[in-house]
């Protein structure tokens, strides 16, 4: 069985209080980038990183030979879609590469780990990951945001690191790594002295869910924000031309994918490095989209969809395209968006809703709230409040700020800790009081059948306007669009009886394990000479 645990980027709605962390030897973007060295390769420290509870460390030892491509690799991941994408493009490469990936992680020769910087909680999960690997005595290899903006970290000391733009090279860090080696690469992919989108599109994957393909349109941004630590990680804009999104997205149709999910750290931003725009890559993609599959679109930020309303909303409107957009707003308060340095006010943010809800009817917006900034006033969060109040915004991501070691806003005073927690919680309190869906039930909706729930008692699927159904688990229904009555809801979902068995190009039964693990993809990296085609 072939299988990547991934850590969803939001596993629940609401963050609660969690311990805060800080890396006394982090490093800032400028320090970061003044040493390209593409890569460093050197012989493996016997003890290799700082530990707990260093009488349980079993260090690491290479055989003294290997045969590469034959051992086990356990994957991880937190954090977003992209981050998803990412470790689903390693898989691929390891596999076709001959490696057996395995869910087990304590019969793992390898452990490779895909971190997130966005949150605290998530880079905590991360360190933990690490420091059990190392006592249990597995070779570990790092990747993602954490490592990328922050390499010098205490607890990474020592640790082989694969770059946010170099995850087509993954084989290689693999075996060097298993030979006892470290190798860190962290150089960033350019053309013609622009930055690139990074890693080909094209290369070989295996997905998590053989039912969505994500496709990672552009990485980085063009947003100073002053929490974000991203940023230092993920660096400046670089989009990928829109023929090989284009390519990309038509195979993965070919291989039975109902569903397409596009994802960036900002989607409104695509295509501003390379003379073109978001909705001009939506247009193309939505004549090749098959009949009854769905196309997802992923974050984006106020300034970057002001200008492009109009098209957005014929595009949301699309019978094959979700109306749903993911837009953070942050804060309701303009002296703190200022603060933030969101490049946008509140009205901007309330046009974009209002436009979309008026042009789009029933479109689902969902959006962030940061509770507690440094400068945030008593009088800021009531703004905040009125404009959750105005919305009622069906997803609402609700969390504490915590200051990123190495942004502006690290070094602004806090604010103490209980008025922080007061806060969320009373923005919390007033999410939980509305039901979204209870007007929806006695509907009947079309419904794209794509998971199972996190119970496994239901199968999982999103109405028009990416509204969660859950179904009856009847195996014909995977993969399928399927008209469904709905006969009850909960805060953040319904539940469906189908109407009738659905239509489908192709079948899955997600609870089976020989549905999992195929690799997909047209090519692969030069140094994968063992290759699936």
């Known amino acids: 069985m072939i299988f990547i645990d991934m850590m969803p980027a939001a596993c629940s709605e609401i963050v609660g209080d969690i311990e805060d962390l800080i890396s006394s030897q982090d490093i800032t973007p400028k320090e970061r980038y003044s040493n390209k060295k593409s890569v460093t390769v050197r012989a493996r420290k016997k003890q290799n990183a700082q530990v707990k509870h260093e009488s349980e460390v079993e260090t690491y030892t290479a055989p003294a030979s290997i045969i590469p491509g034959t051992q086990t690799i356990y994957i991880k991941t937190w954090g977003c879609a992209h981050n998803s994408s990412d470790s689903e493009y390693m898989a691929g490469l390891l596999t076709a590469y001959g490696y057996t990936l395995t869910d087990n992680k304590l019969d793992a020769d390898l452990w490779l780990l895909n971190s997130c910087t966005v949150k605290n909680p998530a880079e905590d999960h991360f360190r933990n990951e690490v420091e059990a690997g190392q006592r249990k005595g597995k070779a570990v290899v790092v990747a993602g945001c954490v490592p990328q903006g922050a390499p010098k970290t205490g607890f990474l000391h020592g640790l082989s690191v694969i770059g946010v733009q170099q995850i087509d090279r993954v084989v290689e860090v693999v075996e060097e790594t298993l030979k006892g080696h470290t190798v860190r690469l962290f ?41 974000c630590k991203t940023k230092h990680a993920r660096g400046d804009l670089g989009s ?24 960036s750290e900002d ?53 094959r395209v979700y109306s749903f957009l993911h837009i953070p707003v942050q804060s309701g308060s303009d002296a703190v968006l200022g603060d933030m340095k969101r490049e946008y006010n509140r009205a901007d943010f309330q046009k974009v809703v209002d436009y979309l809800r008026e042009r ?62 007061k806060r969320t919680r009373q923005l919390s309190e007033f999410f939980q009081s509305y039901q979204p869906y209870s007007h929806k039930i006695g509907e009947v909706q079309d419904v794209l059948v794509t998971e199972v729930s996190h119970d496994r008692k239901h199968y999982v699927g999103h109405n028009k306007f990416y509204e969660q159904v859950l179904l009856p688990k009847h195996g014909e229904l995977v993969g399928k669009m399927v008209a469904v009555k709905i006969v009850s809801c909960s805060k953040y979902s319904m539940n469906g009886e189908p109407l009738q068995k659905g239509s489908s190009r192709l079948s899955y039964d997600l609870t089976s394990p020989l549905s999992w693990g195929k690799v997909s993809g047209i090519e692969a990296a030069p140094t994968s000479h063992h290759l699936i085609p």
């Open 240 to 263: 990928y031309p829109p023929d090989e999104i284009v390519f990309r997205a038509q195979q993965s149709f070919k291989e039975g994918v109902c569903e397409l999910w596009l994802t």
């Open 187 to 227: 150089g960033q992919k350019k053309e013609g002295g622009r930055k690139t989108g990074g890693a080909s599109l094209l290369l070989p994957k295996v997905r998590k869910n053989p039912l969505i393909e994500i496709i990672p349109i552009n990485t980085g941004c063009l947003n100073q924000c002053t929490y």
């Open 360 to 421: 789009v009817p029933g479109i689902t917006i969902a959006t962030d709230i940061i509770c507690g900034f440094p400068t945030e006033t008593e009088e800021d969060f009531q703004d905040t409040m009125s404009l959750c109040k105005q919305y009622r915004f069906p997803s609402l991501f609700i969390n504490q700020f915590y200051p990123r070691p190495g942004t502006p806003a690290a070094r602004m005073p806090r604010l103490p800790a209980q008025e922080v927690k």
């Open 267 to 319: 989607t409104g931003t695509y295509g501003r490095d390379i003379d073109t725009n978001l909705p001009e890559l939506l247009w193309k993609l939505v004549e090749i989209i098959p009949c009854g599959c769905m196309m997802r679109v992923g974050m984006t930020n106020p300034p970057y969809i002001l200008e492009h309303l109009e098209e957005m909303a014929k595009i949301l409107s699309h019978p």
